[in-house]
């Protein structure tokens, strides 16, 4: 998931004061916002932070192993989608009504220079339909943007009318919506491109996807690491254009996908995340190279190809690839 904006968005499609105008007038009831930060930048990260051991596929144990071979250009295409939302009103009770946009971007890379291959930008409205009267929801749908309830989000945890609670179901629909709409890029660049596509994220929403040998993951974040015990003392050790084993990551929601570590980056004196990535491959037997290793030490020869020119300014520059930063620049624009 890129960065997102600090200022609410301007679209000739729906802006964001255009339909909080509506609002005011459709609902006389509601409150104003000022709109202020984006929710993305305000909402805790919920996740817990974990350790879940992995199935080592390449060899006996996960270890540390170098990737000999030079760096060589391989990625053709990058992925990478955002998202932003912003509270447009709230109702009586403090039921927020939250304006959301997410946009995702395949940039072509040609003759060194990248082009827009396929993008999307979609802007939508969420409130909690079981929150809200029907005569409030029928207005909502009068606006002339989408409107998605986030009640189903809900559902799945503890119910609860807290505004902060609605206010978060309404940032993980938002950040599902994106999900979704980056899965339809690389599906489409997939079902009609064999050369190798940079996923900025995972691969495994998708079983198309995470089947195509074309796709390659890359996971900058980490509150899930596929490690314990000594395994995680030799992924948090790695050194520069170091790797780790091969693994293989199962969830019953998820298709099931390759992975590995990599250290694109030298971390003396760093933070033992500091450039780290995690990749994510076709399984070997479901569209992915028999020989893993293999297929492990190419990706991660491409990977490291792509650290230079250095992502500056973004503050995350030490796991992030120009090609990706690229992505966010061109979907600011757009967005």
Known sequence: MSAVSLTPPASPHASFSSVARALAGLLPNSQSVDSGLALELTTANTQPARLISAAVIEGRALRARRVFEAPVVGFAAFLDGTQQSFVACHLPGGVPIVYGTVGAVIRDRRNQR?????????????????????????????????????????????????????REAAVHRVQKDRELAEQSLALEWCSREERPLFMDGGISGSERVARAACAIGVIKSHRTLYASGDALVAVLGLGYAERSSVFLVTSPKRASV??????????????????????????????????????????????????????????RWDKMVYGVRDCEEFLRAVM
């Not at 993008?119 to 809200?132: D, F, G, I, K, T």
């Not at 606006?143 to 559902?155: L, M, P, R, W, Y």
């Open 114 to 166: 990248l082009f827009t291959w396929r993008h999307a930008v979609e802007h939508r409205l969420y409130a909690p339909r079981a929150n809200v009267s029907s005569a409030v929801w029928r207005s909502l749908t009068e606006i002339g943007v989408a409107v998605h309830d986030t009640s189903e989000a809900e559902a799945s945890e503890t119910a609860s009318e807290h505004p902060h609670a609605l």
């Open 258 to 315: 390759a992975s590995w570590y990599l250290r694109i980056r030298d971390p003396r004196g760093q933070d033992p995340m500091w450039g780290l990535v995690r990749l994510e491959v076709a399984p070997p037997g479901a569209g992915g190279d028999g020989d893993v290793g293999r297929r492990a030490d190419e990706v991660s020869r491409w990977i490291l190809a792509e650290v230079a020119p250095v992502a500056l300014p973004d503050g």
